[in-house]
């Protein structure tokens, strides 16, 4: 099964930012889209956005639009961080053509604290 | 926006069978996917467009779609089974991701 690659932990002050990105050894993502996701400590799955690394067309969750950037070279940037921001934060693969996310990487944990 | 129902959790006993509801407005005119998430790993899709099991999926997982409920039904449930479950659409207005807030299920 094609796993997709961790990027580990980061601890973050709040206001800063914090950049993760998405590592797929030996895999193409040139005709799907990189989606992510994340889920706070104990909670839930929370779709953020997409981005299609081709051509740079993205989607981001509206109450996200703000503070989020998704960039072609597979990386995920919020900035203005609060603690509400503490969560795992997963990419996974996305074809043009269907809704669902299919692999999954193993996820970053992000913590803000001061 | 597109909302997403789900029971917080369910237990079942080794061997039985266990039935994930996700409940939504006319679901049954979306395309459901749903993931299985072990404790301290990422999701995995076993279910995709309502029915569709991705290779390497046990044909235990099977699921219907139908009206305002979509089930995803594990069958002769195994200890390895216990894990978090997760339905998924695609709101088309919003053109956004909805996940449900997952089911977590327990073998006694």
């Known amino acids: 099964q094609d796993h997709l690659v961790r990027s580990g932990v980061e601890v973050k002050r709040p206001g800063a930012s914090v950049k993760v990105s998405c590592k797929v050894p030996?895999?193409?993502?040139?005709?799907?889209?990189v989606s992510w996701a994340r889920q706070a400590p104990g909670q839930g799955l929370e779709w953020m956005g997409w981005?299609?690394?081709y051509n740079g067309n993205t989607n981001y969750a509206r109450h996200l639009r703000d503070r989020l950037t998704l960039t072609a070279d597979m990386s995920m940037e919020l900035r203005s961080l609060t603690s509400d921001d503490t969560a795992f934060y997963f990419c996974?693969?996305?074809?043009?053509?269907?809704?669902?996310?299919?692999?999954w990487g193993q996820g970053t944990l992000v913590i803000v604290s001061s | 926006s597109y909302e997403l129902t789900q029971p917080p959790s369910l237990s079942v006993a080794p061997g039985q069978t266990a039935n994930i509801p996700c409940g939504g407005h006319r679901i049954g005119g979306r395309s459901v996917h749903w993931y299985q998430q072990r404790p301290g790993q990422a999701p995995v899709l076993v279910v995709y467009d309502d029915t569709d099991r991705p290779s390497g999926i046990p044909d235990r997982f099977s699921a219907t779609n139908s009206a305002n409920t979509a089930t995803l039904t594990i069958s002769r449930v195994e200890v390895g089974d216990e894990a978090d479950y997760y339905c998924q659409v695609w709101d088309a207005i919003d053109d956004h991701y909805v996940f449900g807030p997952g089911t977590k299920v327990t073998v006694l």
């Open positions: 030996g895999h193409t993502f040139a005709n799907s889209a």
């Open positions: 996974a693969r996305k074809s043009l053509t269907n809704s669902y996310f299919d692999p």
């Open positions: 981005i299609t690394p």
